[in-house]
């Protein structure tokens, strides 16, 4: 007697019959079941419900410090180690010009200048491990 199994195979689905001769399954035809998809269009129905609410006063984000006569401290965002030194004492700097690179967990991070000015002090070298916050160059 044949028996019929529901087989999935990569995603697609067969019919396959199965029959008994001696104690030994022998397989006697398989084929692909072919269902055509049904296509039902339903109107989406989309539920709102109005929600009370305050206005909430939103303050203007604090613009970052302008380098003052003693000049502003350029501090390690993380602890790591100095791989790069780009620049020296009284050489100007851009804006978003790398100052220098610190590799922090095995990978190195852009120190850059927030500002436009002059190097006043560099604190650090190739080679120094700094703690999180420790000042690293002062720009004036």
């Given at each position: 007697?044949?028996?019929?199994?529901?087989?999935?195979?990569?995603?697609?689905?067969?019919?396959v019959e199965v029959e008994e001769i001696g104690g030994s399954p022998i397989v006697?035809?398989?084929?692909?079941?072919?269902?055509?998809?049904?296509?039902?269009?339903?109107?989406?129905?989309?539920?709102?419900?109005?929600?009370?609410?305050?206005?909430?006063?939103?303050?203007?984000?604090k613009e970052k410090p302008t380098p003052k006569a003693g000049g502003l401290e350029?501090?390690?965002?993380?602890?790591?180690?100095?791989?790069?030194?780009?620049?020296?004492?009284?050489?100007?700097?851009?804006?978003?010009?790398?100052?220098?690179?610190?590799?922090?967990?095995?990978?190195?991070?852009?120190?850059?200048?927030?500002?436009?000015?002059?190097?006043?002090?560099?604190?650090?070298?190739?080679?120094?491990?700094?703690?999180?916050?420790?000042?690293?160059?002062?720009?004036?």
């Open positions: 007697m044949a028996r019929k199994f529901r087989v999935v195979i990569n995603n697609k689905e067969y019919i006697q035809s398989v084929q692909p079941i072919v269902e055509k998809p049904q296509v039902v269009e339903k109107p989406q129905q989309v539920q709102t419900q109005a929600v009370k609410s305050e206005p909430v006063r939103v303050e203007q984000p350029v501090k390690a965002p993380m602890s790591g180690l100095i791989v790069r030194v780009n620049v020296s004492e009284g050489q100007q700097v851009k804006r978003g010009q790398t100052l220098l690179v610190l590799e922090a967990m095995k990978m190195e991070n852009d120190i850059i200048s927030e500002h436009d000015g002059t190097v006043l002090k560099v604190l650090v070298k190739e080679g120094d491990s700094v703690e999180t916050e420790q000042t690293l160059l002062v720009i004036g």
